[in-house]
């Protein structure tokens, strides 16, 4: 590997920096594309990634595992424009130590590359349930395209599948793989799906789309253990219930790849510790994305991930940046049905709920108010005062006229001519 190209200066004559970013994934694009916009020039960009394409869009994942998509339609920028912008991309390589007293990182086995400012953008890895039988054959997270041809070939082989987690991921890929005509069953611990962004009425819609998509959703289900002699056959219960199985989807939560941040001596938390401008213990290392823990808080979402890189991407050019943390919302659709909530989800003692049900037309709507504030919001069926909503709750500022985001803003009549 050549690790000597590196132009002295830019274009003002300054010297330029060496840039390494590792991890090629959502934030990492995300913020080469803010760089080469900011401070395009400044920096001697070289960008590692473990996965063997360059960045592609994860969020597409369950719409390529359900085959309604191809892989060409996740892709972000194609190489020539990582070339274009002078990025030095390295694909299906992971870095695997940072030396902080050499400023260096070490590629695979013995490939280093020096950096001057270095980039962990490394993202989240997969919880497996520390139950017996997780490492069986068969037994799959959902994380990235390698993990979706693995679904989708046992899928092709094999008939009854079980995904364990009634989160946003599994319930993507149950839907994704019911689609595929796999009988389907998804698992979920707690009494309802996505408790943390439904309440039990939206949580119940949800699961009657699902069961309309041919997915058995089995709730309060404690997974005791997988089994099978040489590959997944069965999965067993707390309860004692047996379910056949050829295939485990394993979609119980993330944790943040913190591991080499680690034993390079990094302050860690939950994730890899940043401060507002998202730099590190180390004033020359920086953090984006699912890896980095802001003010107590990871994040599993695209949103804060853009706005971590958009803030270093500021920074790095010189321009004040700071990151607050990000308010968070969900808006998805599961098997066709838009579901939308932000902030609270359930309803505390001192608010007040305001809910519009219509169950026959699959419609719901709660607003949560305190002194004349929204608080949370659930809706699911029609969502489109999803962004009024969330500004609303960001702001803290008081609501004019509920009506207006129960029914929507009314359309302007025509003037007459
Ligand atoms: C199926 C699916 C559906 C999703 N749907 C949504 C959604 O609807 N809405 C939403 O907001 N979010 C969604 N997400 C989450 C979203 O994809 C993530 O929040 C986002 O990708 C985070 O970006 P990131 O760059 O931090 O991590 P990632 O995109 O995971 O990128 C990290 C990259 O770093 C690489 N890497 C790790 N270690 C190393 C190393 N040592 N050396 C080199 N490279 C390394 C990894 O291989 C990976 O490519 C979904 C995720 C999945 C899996």
Same mark, same amino acid.
Request: glycine share 12%; hydrophobic share 45%.
């Given at each position: 590997?050549?690790?000597?190209?590196?132009?002295?200066?830019?274009?003002?004559?300054?010297?330029?920096?060496?840039?390494?970013?590792?991890?090629?994934?959502?934030?990492?694009?995300?913020?080469?594309?803010?760089?080469?916009?900011?401070?395009?020039?400044?920096?001697?960009?070289?960008?590692?990634?473990?996965?063997?394409?360059?960045?592609?869009?994860?969020?597409?994942?369950?719409?390529?595992?359900?085959?309604?998509?191809?892989?060409?339609?996740?892709?972000?920028?194609?190489?020539?424009?990582?070339?274009?912008?002078?990025?030095?991309?390295?694909?299906?390589?992971?870095?695997?130590?940072?030396?902080?007293?050499?400023?260096?990182?070490?590629?695979?086995?013995?490939?280093?590359?020096?950096?001057?400012? +270095?980039?962990?953008?490394?993202?989240?890895?997969?919880?497996?349930?520390?139950?017996?039988?997780?490492?069986?054959?068969?037994?799959?997270?959902?994380?990235?395209?390698?993990?979706?041809?693995?679904?989708?070939?046992?899928?092709?082989?094999?008939?009854?599948?079980?995904?364990?987690?009634?989160?946003?991921?599994?319930?993507?890929?149950?839907?994704?793989?019911?689609?595929?005509?796999?009988?389907?069953?998804?698992?979920?611990?707690?009494?309802?799906?996505?408790?943390?962004? +439904?309440?039990?009425?939206?949580?119940?819609?949800?699961?009657?789309?699902?069961?309309?998509?041919?997915?058995?959703?089995?709730?309060?289900?404690?997974?005791?253990?997988?089994?099978?002699?040489?590959?997944?056959?069965?999965?067993?219960?707390?309860?004692?219930?047996?379910?056949?199985?050829?295939?485990?989807?394993?979609?119980?939560?993330?944790?943040?790849?913190?591991?080499?941040?680690?034993?390079?001596?990094?302050?860690?938390?939950?994730?890899?510790?940043?401060?507002?401008?998202?730099?590190?213990?180390?004033?020359?290392?920086?953090?984006?994305?699912?890896?980095?823990?802001?003010?107590?808080?990871?994040?599993?979402?695209?949103?804060?991930?853009?706005?971590?890189?958009?803030?270093?991407?500021?920074?790095?050019?010189?321009?004040?940046?700071?990151?607050?943390?990000?308010?968070?919302?969900?808006?998805?659709?599961?098997?066709?049905?838009?579901?939308?909530?932000?902030?609270?989800?359930?309803?505390?003692?001192?608010?007040?709920?305001?809910?519009?049900?219509?169950?026959?037309?699959?419609?719901?709507?709660?607003?949560?108010?305190?002194?004349?504030?929204?608080?949370?919001?659930?809706?699911?069926?029609?969502?489109?005062?999803?962004?009024?909503?969330?500004?609303?709750?960001?702001?803290?500022?008081?609501?004019?006229?509920?009506?207006?985001?129960?029914?929507?803003?009314?359309?302007?009549?025509?003037?007459?001519?």
């Amino acid at each position: 590997m050549d690790t000597s190209a590196h132009e002295a200066c830019d274009e003002n004559g300054l010297p330029r920096e060496r840039l390494v970013v590792v991890g090629n994934g959502m934030a990492s694009l995300r913020f080469l594309e803010r760089l080469t916009e900011g401070s395009s020039g400044r920096f001697d960009v070289t960008c590692v990634g473990a996965e063997p394409t360059a960045a592609y869009n994860r969020v597409l994942l369950s719409s390529l595992l359900g085959g309604e998509i191809d892989e060409a339609a996740c892709a972000f920028r194609g190489l020539d424009w990582y070339e274009a912008h002078g990025i030095r991309l390295i694909t299906g390589a992971p870095v695997t130590r940072i030396d902080r007293d050499k400023g260096l990182v070490v590629v695979g086995e013995t490939d280093v590359l020096p950096f001057d400012k +270095l980039v962990l953008a490394v993202g989240s890895l997969p919880i497996r349930l520390p139950k017996p039988g997780m490492d069986l054959p068969g037994v799959i997270t959902f994380r990235d395209l390698a993990d979706v041809a693995a679904i989708r070939r046992a899928a092709v082989q094999h008939a009854r599948a079980v995904v364990i987690g009634g989160g946003l991921l599994g319930l993507e890929a149950a839907v994704g793989l019911a689609r595929l005509g796999v009988d389907t069953t998804l698992l979920h611990v707690m009494d309802r799906l996505m408790e943390r962004q +439904l309440d039990h009425h939206a949580a119940g819609l949800v699961k009657r789309a699902m069961e309309a998509r041919g997915v058995r959703v089995v709730l309060e289900a404690d997974t005791a253990r997988v089994e099978g002699a040489t590959r997944v056959e069965r999965l067993v219960l707390a309860d004692g219930t047996v379910l056949q199985a050829d295939l485990v989807v394993m979609s119980v939560g993330v944790r943040p790849s913190v591991a080499l941040a680690q034993a390079a001596g990094l302050e860690i938390g939950r994730g890899i510790k940043v401060d507002d401008q998202m730099t590190t213990s180390d004033p020359r290392i920086f953090a984006l994305g699912e890896c980095a823990e802001h003010r107590g808080m990871i994040y599993g979402l695209v949103e804060p991930a853009y706005e971590h890189a958009d803030t270093l991407a500021r920074h790095l050019a010189g321009q004040p940046a700071g990151y607050s943390g990000t308010a968070l919302s969900t808006s998805l659709k599961v098997s066709g049905l838009p579901v939308f909530s932000a902030g609270l989800v359930d309803t505390p003692e001192d608010a007040e709920a305001i809910v519009l049900s219509d169950p026959g037309a699959g419609l719901y709507r709660k607003l949560l108010m305190r002194d004349g504030k929204l608080i949370g919001a659930v809706f699911v069926g029609d969502i489109a005062e999803q962004g009024a909503c969330k500004g609303l709750i960001r702001s803290g500022d008081p609501v004019e006229n509920v009506d207006d985001l129960m029914f929507g803003r009314p359309v302007p009549e025509p003037l007459a001519a």
